[in-house]
C-alpha cells in the first residue's frame, strides 16, 4: 500500500548520509570522548567537529553549544537553569519572586517546565496571541518587571508554523536585561536563525526534527549567560551537562546541521509551493474549510486547516486508512481528547479545534505525495460530513 508521510513537524526519517557518518561511532570508533588514548581523542575530535556543524547553523561559536538528550531537556534546561540561578544569586534578604515570560502556544516541553516553576512560587506570564498565533512585542514589553529574570518565546510553531518576530523581542530583552531564550526546534533547518541578529541567550535544537536522530539534541547558551546545571556528574561538557557523550548522536546532528545549512534555501523554496498548493488545492475542494494561522509567517512546510462538520480524530484515522499520515494537535491525555492549546489561543472554538488537521511537509515530500493528499484529504471530509447530522442540517440551513 502506498504511504504519504505528511507529519515532518513530529519526526523525520534519519538522513541516509546522516547515519553512514554515525555508524562508526557506533562500533570501530566506540572510544569514550573523555578517555585520553588514541580512541578517546577520536571520539573527541567528532564531538568538536559536530559542536562546530551545529553552531555553524545558527551563527554560535562552538564552544557555545551543549548536546542535550533532545528538545525537551534543552527547554528545561534553560528555563530551570535560569531561574535557579536568579535564586542563588538573589541578595537572600530580597523576597522578589523571580518572574518568567512566555506565551501561550509554547510546545508542552516550555509550558510545563513553567507550570512546574509556578507551583515552586516563580511568577509566571503567558502572552496571549493573535488569531494567526503571533505574540505582540508590546504586550511583552507591558508584561516586564523588575523580578523578570527570562522571556522564553519559541521561535516557530509546531502546530501552525507561525515564526514569532524574534528580532523584535531580542531588542526588547536585550533593553530590559533580561535573558531571551527560544525553543527553535521548529525552525531550525527550515528557516534562517542568527542568534546574533536575534540577541539570544539560548536556543533549543532537536535532533530527530531536523533528519537527525530521537534523544539528541542541543542547547545554546551565549558565554556571558548564568546557567545553573541540571544534572549532576563528571566534568562533560564543563559541567552544565555531565553524562558521557552520545558520540554517535552527537555525530549525526552535527551531520544534519550541516546538510540543514546548505539545503535550507532550496528545501524552503520547493516546500513553501508545494505546500500552498496543499493548501490552495484543499480551499478549492473541501468546501468550508479554511487555513488556521494563514496571515502569519509562516515555516514553508506546514499546514493547518479547519474542515467544518469533522471530527479531527475520524478524519485522522480514516486518511492513515487510505495510506495518509498526518497530526491533530489535540493532547490525549488520560483518555480523554483536550483541543489543542494552539488553536484555542488563537480564538478556534473547541468544535473548530477539534476539526483541524495538521498537514507538515518534509525533505522526502514530492509532487506525487500531494496529488496524493488532494485526492484523499477531501474524500475523507466528504465522508465524514455525510455521516454528520448537525453538518448535514447546517449546510442544508446555508443554501
Ligand atoms: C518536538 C518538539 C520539542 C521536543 O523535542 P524532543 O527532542 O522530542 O524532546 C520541543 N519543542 C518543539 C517546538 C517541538 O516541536
Not at 530527530?208 to 563528571?234: C, E, F, N
Not at 480524530?313 to 491533530?328: N, P, R, V, Y
Not at 496524493?372 to 442544508?396: D, H, N
Amino acid at each position: 500500500m502506498k504511504r504519504v508521510y505528511l507529519d515532518y513537524n513530529a519526526t523525520t526519517s534519519v538522513e541516509p548520509e546522516v547515519l553512514d557518518a554515525m555508524l562508526p561511532y557506533f562500533s570501530a570508533e566506540f572510544g569514550n570522548a573523555s578517555s585520553i588514548h588514541t580512541f578517546g581523542q577520536r571520539a573527541r575530535a567528532a564531538v568538536e567537529t559536530a559542536r562546530e556543524q551545529v553552531a555553524a547553523l545558527i551563527g554560535a561559536r562552538a564552544q557555545e553549544i551543549f548536546f542535550t538528550s533532545g528538545g525537551t531537556e534543552s527547554d528545561n534546561h534553560a528555563i530551570f537553569g535560569i531561574v535557579s540561578s536568579s535564586f542563588t544569586s538573589a541578595n537572600s534578604s530580597t523576597s522578589a519572586r523571580p518572574h518568567i515570560i512566555t506565551s501561550l502556544v509554547e510546545h508542552e516541553a516550555v509550558l510545563n517546565a513553567c507550570q512546574a516553576l509556578a507551583k515552586q512560587g516563580v511568577a509566571v506570564t503567558y502572552l496571549h496571541v493573535d488569531q494567526d498565533g503571533s505574540i505582540d512585542p508590546q504586550d511583552l514589553e507591558a508584561a516586564l518587571r523588575k523580578e523578570t529574570v527570562l522571556i522564553s518565546i519559541m521561535h516557530a510553531n509546531n502546530e501552525l508554523g507561525t515564526v514569532q518576530p524574534l528580532e523584535e523581542i531580542g531588542r526588547v530583552a536585550k533593553q530590559a536585561d533580561v535573558y531571551f531564550h527560544s525553543d527553535a526546534v521548529q525552525s531550525a533547518g527550515k528557516i534562517p536563525i542568527d542568534v546574533n541578529q536575534f540577541q539570544l541567550d539560548l536556543l533549543s535544537l532537536s535532533g530527530h526534527k531536523l533528519y537527525a536522530p530521537k534523544g539528541i539534541g542541543a542547547l545554546y547558551v551565549r558565554g556571558s549567560t548564568r546557567l545553573k546545571q541540571l544534572l549532576y556528574g563528571g566534568h562533560h561538557q564543563r559541567g552544565v551537562r555531565p553524562g558521557t557523550e552520545n558520540v554517535a548522536g552527537i555525530v549525526g546532528l552535527g551531520k544534519a546541521a550541516e546538510i540543514a545549512r546548505h539545503s535550507l534555501a532550496n528545501d524552503a523554496k520547493r516546500l513553501s509551493a508545494l505546500r500552498d498548493q496543499l493548501e490552495h488545492g484543499l480551499l478549492n475542494r473541501v468546501p468550508h474549510s479554511r487555513i488556521n494561522g494563514a496571515r502569519a509567517v509562516r515555516t514553508p512546510n506546514t499546514a493547518n486547516l479547519v474542515f467544518p462538520g469533522v471530527e479531527g480524530e475520524a478524519l485522522l484515522i480514516a486518511l492513515d486508512l487510505k495510506g495518509l499520515a498526518c497530526s491533530t494537535g489535540a493532547a490525549c491525555s488520560s483518555g480523554a481528547v483536550e483541543p489543542s492549546h494552539v488553536l484555542t489561543a488563537i480564538g478556534l472554538p473547541t468544535e473548530e479545534a477539534r476539526a483541524s488537521l495538521r498537514f507538515s511537509l518534509g525533505r522526502h515530500t514530492t509532487q506525487a505525495d500531494i496529488d496524493f493528499a488532494l485526492q484523499v484529504i477531501p474524500a475523507g471530509v466528504e465522508q465524514l460530513r455525510q455521516l454528520s447530522p448537525t453538518y448535514q442540517k447546517e449546510a442544508a440551513a446555508k443554501t
